[in-house]
């Protein structure tokens, strides 16, 4: 299985992580379950958070507003992950959602853990190009990915073309990271970062052929 990242542990200088309310109601459910299938509940939970990826990145393009290029990046880089909560909502609607046991609400909690360190460092309205870049590494090498492979993986008996689509995207996904840190990060393995990232994705996606 692939082993996720540890660098939020850095940025908290050794906080201990607790437990919030929402983490507790998360990982209890909530009566909208009732109403939903288990792994709808779980769709809609991965749904939510590619959202505020999008959200975060949508921050970053306007912060980064005087560099035309470097807005750019992150305006696609937002309108990708709408697309991936898009997806993971047409599934869900349309009841084709894929079942693996690994994607809980324990892994969605884990990630919306995490995605709180990211909305504090963009949140920062002196943010350096670097942290912006940091800042996305730390979700980009977190667990959402594999969730959203997995969630989307029915589409394979159903929508062969769309699926085969999702996937070309998901392996390009980190290489477009990659180019834009070498371009614009001025530390150079956020981008090395991001090659490792899209070296294990094309290997994990080529042993599930």
């Given at each position: 299985?692939?082993?996720?990242?540890?660098?939020?542990?850095?940025?908290?200088?050794?906080?201990?992580?607790?437990?919030?309310?929402?983490?507790?109601?998360?990982?209890?459910?909530?009566?909208?379950?009732?109403?939903?299938?288990?792994?709808?509940?779980?769709?809609?939970?991965?749904?939510?958070?590619?959202?505020?990826?999008?959200?975060?990145?949508?921050?970053?393009?306007?912060?980064?507003?005087?560099?035309?290029?470097?807005?750019?990046?992150?305006?696609?880089?937002?309108?990708?992950?709408?697309?991936?909560?898009?997806?993971?909502?047409?599934?869900?609607?349309?009841?084709?959602?894929?079942?693996?046991?690994?994607?809980?609400?324990?892994?969605?909690?884990?990630?919306?853990?995490?995605?709180?360190?990211?909305?504090g460092i963009v949140a920062d309205p002196w943010i350096t190009v670097d942290e912006a870049f940091y800042a996305s590494l730390l979700i980009e090498s977190s667990e959402i990915d594999d969730a959203y492979e997995k969630l989307t993986r029915r589409l394979a008996m159903d929508h062969?073309?769309?699926?085969?689509?999702?996937?070309?995207?998901?392996?390009?996904?980190?290489?477009?990271?990659?180019?834009?840190?070498?371009?614009?990060?001025?530390?150079?393995?956020?981008?090395?970062?991001?090659?490792?990232?899209?070296?294990?994705?094309?290997?994990?996606?080529?042993?599930?052929?």
């Amino acid at each position: 299985m692939r082993r996720y990242n540890n660098f939020a542990a850095g940025w908290r200088s050794g906080r201990e992580r607790v437990l919030t309310e929402r983490h507790i109601q998360v990982l209890s459910g909530s009566p909208r379950e009732d109403k939903m299938t288990k792994l709808e509940y779980i769709c809609s939970k991965f749904e939510a958070l590619e959202e505020q990826i999008a959200h975060c990145y949508f921050l970053l393009q306007e912060r980064f507003l005087t560099n035309p290029g470097q807005a750019k990046f992150w305006a696609e880089a937002a309108l990708e992950e709408m697309q991936h909560s898009s997806i993971l909502r047409y599934c869900r609607e349309h009841h084709l959602v894929g079942l693996d046991e690994t994607v809980d609400v324990t892994m969605a909690a884990r990630v919306d853990d995490l995605l709180d360190t990211v909305k504090g460092i963009v949140a920062d309205p002196w943010i350096t190009v670097d942290e912006a870049f940091y800042a996305s590494l730390l979700i980009e090498s977190s667990e959402i990915d594999d969730a959203y492979e997995k969630l989307t993986r029915r589409l394979a008996m159903d929508h062969p073309l769309l699926y085969e689509a999702i996937r070309a995207n998901l392996r390009m996904h980190h290489d477009r990271f990659a180019d834009g840190a070498a371009e614009f990060a001025k530390d150079k393995t956020y981008a090395d970062a991001f090659r490792a990232l899209s070296r294990t994705a094309r290997s994990n996606g080529s042993s599930q052929r």
